[in-house]
């Protein structure tokens, strides 16, 4: 794939340093600016697929404000590959910023009505363009998960607990795929009540990794994907304070919180080496109201 990723930073947060955890944070958020986190590892290899395959363009599905859609019509331009992007609702009003983003960067952008949004293989049938390479909504899959395999070696061998946040859980089954056997992945779920989502993380698991135990934890989703409130908001401003880590609403900003909380709760062994996973993506945050975020 062309699009050469920027070093990451590995950072103590001694504000999560505390009740006998140590804590640092990944830094993925500083691989590229817009293929931002583990969009740049989950898109990897559909682009070589894509490629292999000869196809001239690579269509997938998101909403008003996907990192997914963002990242994905960035690296195909870079790839020179058409990209389209079927996205969930009417366009009544402006681009949100994401989509006129991601317009910029060549994407051809389909609105669809929130029902119809939802039958996505009659959507795919429709176009049918042998030329189009598909890829499911938020890069779910294999080989999605096989490019998030490479993350863990960016970060400390010596960690025991990685904890990451949860949308498709592509990134989740990547990082348990390469865990070691003393390292356990704690995923928080942003989605309300997404109960099958264990399910389809062992889908996407490794062989070796398939009988490999991982926590989910489902309390931690403020009401459901991407919705918000104060003490977030608080959180993620105080948490920019402290220890100028940037974080968004729909994803890092609960799962660092979730962190707070759980060690908090002695959630997690005294004694123990705790990686955060900087997913990235800050595009949730556009839909806020201005000034609501300190960065
Ligand atoms: C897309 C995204 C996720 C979710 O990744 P999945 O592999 O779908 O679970 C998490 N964090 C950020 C910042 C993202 O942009």
């Not at 707070?260 to 900087?278: A, C, M, R």
Request: hydrophobic share 35%.
């Amino acid at each position: 794939m062309k699009l050469a990723p920027n070093s990451i930073a590995i950072q103590n947060i001694p504000m999560l340093t505390f009740n006998g955890v140590e804590t640092s944070i990944a830094r993925f958020d500083l691989l590229h600016p817009i293929v931002s986190g583990n969009k740049w590892f989950k898109l990897k290899y559909y682009i070589e697929e894509a490629i292999k395959y000869q196809k001239n363009c690579i269509a997938s599905f998101g909403g008003t404000y996907s990192n997914h859609i963002v990242a994905l019509a960035f690296v195909c331009k870079e790839n020179g590959l058409r990209s389209v992007g079927i996205i969930r609702g009417d366009c009544t009003t402006a681009l949100s910023p994401t989509l006129a983003q991601a317009k910029e960067f060549g994407m051809e952008l389909i609105f669809t009505s929130r029902t119809k949004y939802n039958e996505k293989e009659s959507i795919k049938n429709e176009f049918n363009n042998p030329n189009w390479y598909w890829v499911n909504e938020g890069g779910y899959g294999i080989i999605g998960a096989k490019g998030a395999t490479e993350m863990l070696t960016y970060t400390s061998k010596d960690n025991s607990a990685i904890i990451c946040a949860v949308g498709t859980g592509t990134m989740m089954a990547g990082l348990i795929n390469q865990s070691r056997p003393y390292q356990t992945v704690t995923g928080i779920s942003v989605l309300k009540n997404n109960f099958s989502i264990a399910n389809e993380i062992t889908n996407l698991l490794s062989d070796s990794a398939k009988n490999k135990p991982f926590n989910m934890l489902h309390e931690y989703h403020f009401g459901g994907y991407a919705k918000t409130n104060k003490q977030l908001l608080d959180f993620m401003n105080h948490l920019w304070e402290k220890e100028k880590i940037p974080t968004d609403i729909v994803y890092t900003g609960k799962m660092v919180f979730a962190v707070d909380q759980l060690i908090q709760n002695n959630y997690f062994k005294k004694g123990t080496k705790l990686t955060i996973i900087h997913s990235g993506g800050l595009q949730g945050n556009c839909s806020l109201p201005k000034g609501s975020l300190l960065f």
